[in-house]
């Protein structure tokens, strides 16, 4: 098995994340924002869409070592993969259903991070599940008319690209919706218990009117073929962030005991100490495994990826954040202040266990599959 599949490679992440994005996650954890520095930096480095063919401007990365590269950042920052995630499902999509005209327009300014997108599915009332989706796109002289509300937006604060599901004559629709679109009002959502630099937004529709290239595939695809491949993907890059989050824990844990006394002798020496750092380490290697699982099976077009990633997302996500609190735990008080990463690392990982799909819905869906005798 490798991940360093294609130019950019889990080494060369790893070296920008430990360079321009760990050391000031923190910092921007607080501030609530990455900065705009920041985020040009990412683009420079070419993060922001580098499965991208060469002619719009990625370097045609597959999807394992998209997966290693999202695990690297998650490392770092979760704020910043989150940002990723988002706009990679907007940009995964339009190289994926997008018309010539609509890559040509959008394609290179997305993987530059010129244009930054932002997914649009969550409303007040309903989730994950476009049954409950009340906002509305009707057809009005051969333009598209969009009213209604989306909610816990990642990236909506400073997304210059929409993709917004909404209901339509006689299907869900997908529509490129740009930000200084008149009738786009973006309402900022602070204060969260996790990833709190990613920027949520609260992003509004008043009449937002839309020309016909503003659809995303065909009327009617987009509930079933564009809604489907860009959650799973969301899914894959959520179950990378929380591979990284457990690699950080077990790094601030294995420095951390290393030089912690207690009675003059290392914390790291202590057998129950030991045993959660096994954990730590079993763990991060199995959610791993499971991962590359997944994208091995993306890039061979196997429609098992989906099955693979639901597991990957429920087996990383739940090992996150059980390892982020033995993180905490293992800090003692100084884990529950701001003078460590730990702290970070706790709340971050409980958000993992509910976007792109809750545990719960995850461990149905798993379930589920399994009843139909869909895997071995």
């Not at 909506?156 to 869900?172: E, N, S, Y």
């Not at 990982?349 to 819905?361: D, F, P, Q, R």
Request: aromatic letters at 6%; glycine letters at 12%.
């Amino acid at each position: 098995m490798t991940d360093q599949l294609t130019a950019l490679d889990r080494a060369t992440a790893r070296r920008f994340v430990d360079e321009h994005i760990a050391p000031f996650a923190d910092a921007w954890d607080r501030a609530g924002a990455v900065p705009e520095e920041a985020l040009t930096r990412i683009g420079d480095a070419g993060l922001w869409a580098p499965f991208f063919p060469p002619e719009l401007g990625g370097s045609g990365t597959d999807m394992v070592t998209l997966g290693a590269i999202h695990e690297e950042v998650g490392r770092g920052c979760s704020s910043v993969r989150s940002l990723l995630t988002v706009h990679t499902m907007l940009a995964w999509a339009l190289r994926r259903w997008g018309s010539e005209a609509q890559r040509d327009r959008w394609g290179p300014e997305l993987a530059a991070g010129r244009v930054l997108g932002a997914f649009c599915l969550s409303e007040p009332g309903a989730g994950s599940d476009t049954s409950g989706i009340t906002t509305t796109a009707r057809l009005d002289g051969g333009a598209w008319v969009v009213d209604g509300v989306k909610k816990w937006i990642t990236g909506g604060q400073r997304a210059d690209l929409f993709l917004v599901f909404a209901r339509g004559p006689a299907a869900t629709v997908a529509l490129l919706v740009p930000r200084a679109t008149p009738g786009v009002t973006v309402t900022p959502i602070d204060d969260m218990l996790g990833t709190r630099a990613s920027m949520l937004a609260e992003v509004s529709f008043n009449g937002v009117r839309l020309g016909p290239d503003a659809l995303l595939g065909p009327s009617g695809f987009a509930s079933g073929m564009v809604l489907t491949g860009t959650l799973d993907l969301g899914r894959y890059s959520v179950a990378a962030g929380s591979v990284g989050i457990i690699q950080a824990c077990l790094d601030a844990c294995a420095d951390y005991t290393a030089r912690r006394r207690v009675g003059g002798t290392p914390l790291g020496e202590l057998p129950l100490i030991q045993a959660k750092i096994s954990d730590m380490v079993t763990d991060v290697r199995a959610a791993r495994l499971l991962l590359a699982e997944a994208g091995r099976l993306k890039d061979a077009g196997d429609e098992a990826t989906l099955m693979a990633t639901w597991v990957a997302k429920y087996f990383a996500s739940t090992a996150a954040a059980r390892h982020a609190s033995e993180a905490v735990q293992i800090h003692g008080a100084n884990g529950c202040g701001t003078g460590y990463p730990v702290a970070r690392y706790y709340r971050d990982a409980k958000v993992m266990e509910i976007i792109e799909g809750s545990n719960e819905i995850q461990r149905t869906t798993i379930a589920g599959e399994a009843y139909r005798r869909q895997i071995p």
